[in-house]
């Protein structure tokens, strides 16, 4: 009997990896511009030629068996290899050009982010990009308005009609400019800051993206005036930087200012919440051929880099630690 890589058909594969990205195999079909049955099909001939179960599913749930999420790695590691070899002889194809619209909340920090739009470019020059700033809410309702191509923002839970996966998970801290009265202190109880005047972002409600730092305050009676608010990160940090009252920011975004003692870390010292920051799309849009080359190879790297790694490591990251592959697969 031939060996399985001298008779498998690699486009099996490319299928299967959008399947699981999609999280269904008709949205796959939209993406691939293929009939249902076509891409049913191609699963099917998948798992006769591997003989494994690799998706279960009805008409209520979606599961990627252990097998699955193996060949998931396997396979979205072996395209990377192929972009790879191709970027290293020259072979990207300049041929594939076109625009691409990208809707993002303000103030993303995350290497990750830059390591994929760095080695995009080096493979596809020919592509072009916007990219709008706007609130979390505003990045849904466009998407949703299929304004752009993919988003990233914050999200309670995935509006019907998209579809979304955690880009990466920022720790939010409270923190004091080095004015404030608190600076410099150690060990610090949390009934410290119960009066205390505070920053706010204007999604921190129980109902907006930031519910969790509202939820917070309400179980710590942190009942100080809000003396400041702002829907940009930036600004926020700006306020708390000034002295004006403590604040809650990424810690990842604001450790060089800890660093160089602009900003006091305050209790609790384990951090106050994780904050998911989430790429989004419409589970439906058909994609142009530039749109899919970038996101198809925005989440081929995706599984490349562990969740945890993202703010602070790019896609050389993977390539220097193989090892790390194995943590690798987020439930796609």
């Given at each position: ?170 720790r939010y801290r409270l923190y004091c400019g080095r004015s ?153």
């Amino acid at each position: 009997m031939r060996p399985i890589h001298d008779t498998l058909d690699w486009n099996l594969l490319r299928t299967f990896i959008v399947i699981v990205q999609e999280e269904s195999v008709s949205r796959a079909a939209v993406r691939l511009y293929l009939s249902q049955p076509a891409v049913s099909l191609s699963l099917k001939r998948l798992e006769e030629r591997l003989g494994q179960r690799l998706i279960e599913r009805d008409s209520h749930r979606f599961h990627v068996t252990q097998a699955g999420q193996l060949v998931y790695r396997e396979a979205v590691d072996i395209y990377a290899n192929v972009a790879r070899l191709a970027a290293s002889v020259g072979e990207a194809d300049p041929e594939v050009a076109g625009h691409v619209s990208l809707l993002f909340i303000t103030g993303i920090q995350c290497r990750f982010l830059d390591s994929v739009f760095e080695r995009f470019h080096r493979l596809f020059p020919q592509i072009t990009f916007e990219i709008e700033d706007m609130s979390s809410q505003e990045v849904q309702h466009a998407l949703l308005q299929r304004q752009g191509a993919l988003g990233i923002c914050l999200a309670l839970q995935c509006p019907e009609n998209l579809t979304s996966q955690v880009l990466a998970r920022q720790r939010y801290r409270l923190y004091c400019g080095r004015s404030h009265v608190l600076y410099g202190r150690h060990n610090l109880p949390m009934d410290s800051l119960m009066h205390e005047a505070y920053v706010s972002f204007g999604s921190e409600q129980l109902d907006g993206v930031l519910s969790p730092l509202a939820v917070f305050r309400a179980q710590h009676g942190l009942q100080g005036p809000v003396v400041g608010q702002s829907s940009s990160l930036q600004e926020i940090q700006r306020m708390v930087l000034a002295g004006w009252g403590i604040g809650c920011l990424p810690e990842h975004l604001v450790a060089r200012d800890v660093e160089e003692g602009r900003l006091w870390p305050l209790p609790p010292y384990d951090g106050v919440a994780d904050i998911d920051l989430n790429l989004m799309w419409h589970r439906d849009a058909r994609f142009s051929a530039a749109e899919s080359a970038f996101i198809d190879f925005f989440l081929n790297a995706m599984a490349k880099v562990p969740l945890e790694a993202r703010l602070t490591a790019g896609l050389e990251a993977a390539e220097e630690t193989p090892e790390a592959e194995s943590s690798a697969y987020d439930g796609a």
